[in-house]
């Protein structure tokens, strides 16, 4: 026992000054990445010089192979890159891997055509539901469909499996794209063919005025709105600038040839935006035009949703009450308040011409119930105190909406709020945070 112990020190020595030998000398070890110098090329096999002579490598065709790869025209005397599978095989020379070399050599390249902004081809590998899996220097990425040209977006609305299908007939074919997304560390290589075409799209549209009228040819309907061919361009007539009326299925007002006016509403990036409703007169302000803020109308409950109630108004104009202006006291489900059909008499209390909104209050017509037996002089005087609706404040109704969508509903909730408090509110600026301060201390 007592020998045992002492040769053991000799041992670790031993293996402590071979380790440092080994450090000494370089030798690779697994997954070191190392540079070296092709010897020669013979048969399967590419013979690599390591640290001018210390070491030999090889490169052998067969992993290639197996992955489907073709050996790279290596000459003697290229350089490359090679990740070590193996620091000494049963020959005694060091097993590299090509894959490994054929990625950093690709992501270099790529690197280099990143930083440059250039345009590249890439052949498509395979298509998904989302987009395309593209390959380019030997290294895959990702286009998704968003950013491929107009000519080849997918027109099917939001059918997966019909996006796979179109997407499919681009599988081994090349496309001009460029790099958008790159970091190898994370793996992650993102393509984009608009991005490519975004010269040739900015000389397209040098002669296009924003609130320019064209005529176009409908190339394609979706379930999001209409896509128009404007000679050489193409651009989107999107579901909320069909018609003014409330549009459910695009296909209903245009059909794949059609020919249409539309009016440029905007360019941006590689994207026109275009309008139809816009070259019609809207209808909603001839309507709206008999209505003020704060008159008493009646309307007939038409829809019930979990946010609030849409009403039809003297059967020719449709408005909305919010779940907040149902009731005084708190409502969780609006179909406990009203019914489909029920007729309500309802205070105006928004008008919105942009937005076409029409808000109504149905508790504005209500009497808190705290105030039922209160003197009609102190309810004068409490239109001023703490309890006092945000209107008293002689705020915008935009504004209003924004304090009651964070749960402010009266002048109660403002009292003794700081202006930072009253910033950190959703859509609440300094200059409005300080219009409700000031407004708070008129009171």
Do not use: C
């Amino acid at each position: 026992m007592t020998k045992e112990v002492k040769e053991q020190p000799k041992d670790q020595g031993r293996m402590a000054k071979l380790l440092e030998q080994a450090e000494t000398l370089g030798v690779p070890k697994v997954g070191d990445l190392i540079e070296g110098q092709v010897m020669a090329v013979t048969g399967n096999r590419v013979w690599v010089d390591i640290k001018s002579g210390k070491f030999v490598g090889i490169i052998s065709s067969r992993e290639l192979a197996e992955a489907g790869i073709s050996m790279p025209d290596y000459k003697q005397g290229d350089t490359v890159t090679a990740s070590v599978v193996e620091p000494e095989n049963e020959e005694g020379f060091v097993l590299l891997s090509v894959r490994e070399a054929l990625r950093n050599r690709g992501w270099n390249a790529l690197e280099k055509i990143y930083a440059s902004g250039e345009t590249l081809q890439a052949r498509v590998v395979e298509a998904n539901r989302g987009g395309l899996i593209m390959e380019s220097e030997g290294i895959r990425g990702f286009l998704p469909v968003s950013q491929l040209t107009p000519e080849h977006y997918p027109r099917v609305g939001n059918d997966k499996d019909e996006i796979l299908s179109k997407l499919s007939k681009f599988e081994n074919q090349s496309l001009d794209v460029k790099i958008i997304g790159f970091d190898q560390g994370l793996n992650k290589l993102i393509f984009s063919e608009r991005a490519a075409h975004q010269d040739e799209f900015d000389k397209a549209t040098a002669k296009i005025q924003v609130g320019e009228v064209l005529t176009g040819k409908v190339s394609g309907v979706v379930d999001f709105g209409i896509f128009v061919s404007i000679g050489s361009l193409e651009g989107l007539v999107h579901i909320s600038e069909i018609s003014w009326d409330k549009v459910d299925d695009p296909r209903k007002f245009s059909h794949v040839g059609d020919k249409i006016q539309v009016q440029v509403i905007g360019i941006e990036n590689d994207k026109i935006s275009l309008s139809m409703k816009r070259l019609t007169e809207d209808k909603w302000l001839h309507l709206i035009k008999d209505y003020a803020v704060g008159q008493t109308v009646k309307g007939e409950v038409t829809q019930i949703m979990p946010f609030g109630v849409f009403v039809k108004v003297d059967d020719r104009i449709d408005g909305l009450i919010h779940i907040s202006e149902l009731s005084f006291d708190h409502v969780a489900d609006p179909s406990d308040i009203v019914k489909t059909g029920q007729i309500l008499e309802l205070k105006v209390i928004d008008i919105e011409p942009e937005s076409h909104r029409f808000g109504l209050s149905l508790k504005a017509m209500q009497m808190p119930a705290d105030s039922a037996t209160t003197p009609a002089k102190s309810r004068t005087r409490s239109k001023k105190g703490a309890g006092a609706e945000l209107t008293t404040l002689g705020l915008s109704d935009a504004l209003a909406r924004k304090l009651k969508t964070a749960g402010i509903e009266s002048v109660a909730d403002l009292k003794g709020k700081s202006v930072e408090e009253i910033k950190a509110i959703p859509g609440i600026g300094e200059k409005s945070a300080a219009k409700i301060i000031e407004a708070l201390a008129q009171l």
